[in-house]
């Protein structure tokens, strides 16, 4: 099932990464740039079409941008949702998501992180950069939420 209508052909740009994968579930800020030898596994459960663009994503601003771009979180268990969601509402810590039905616990979303890098110490226009790439490939960026989420990617 195609989910999504990419604006270029993604699985050649996805497929052309094939070995030297860039993506990786790395802890935000916990890898210097340009760290080669990523698994993959940040994707591992997440939708073909969405992982192609993850792929392709990343690739992109890797390659043409040069920005150390990775995949920080793809699919994620409705238990680990459950226990974002009680995050600064029933346990400690600032509230960080918002819903208790992900999209990442239906495997068609991912966050982007940016190697050493917290997501709020990130530069504006690298989200923007990549909010765009990620528009262009067909996904939909959390950065246009009236409650922005620029990490935040989905189908
Ligand atoms: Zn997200």
Do not use: C
């Amino acid at each position: 099932m195609e989910i999504l209508r990419p604006a270029f052909a993604l699985g050649n740009l996805a497929r052309g990464w094939a070995g030297k994968s860039p993506l990786g579930g790395y802890g935000y800020g916990t890898r210097p740039a340009g760290r080669r030898g990523a698994t993959g596994k940040g994707l591992k459960g997440v939708h073909k079409d969405v992982k192609n663009a993850a792929t392709a994503l990343v690739t992109v601003l890797r390659q043409d941008h040069g920005l150390p771009a990775y995949i920080s979180e793809g699919r994620r268990s409705q238990a680990r949702q459950n226990l974002l969601f009680a995050q600064g509402r029933t346990r400690p810590g600032n509230i960080v998501t918002w819903v208790q039905r992900s999209k990442h616990t239906s495997g068609i979303a991912f966050d982007l992180g940016f190697a050493g890098y917290d997501p709020d110490s990130v530069p504006e226009r690298w989200w923007k950069t990549a909010g765009e790439i990620g528009e262009a490939l067909g996904l939909t960026w959390g950065g246009r939420w009236s409650t922005p989420d620029k990490p935040h990617f989905e189908a």
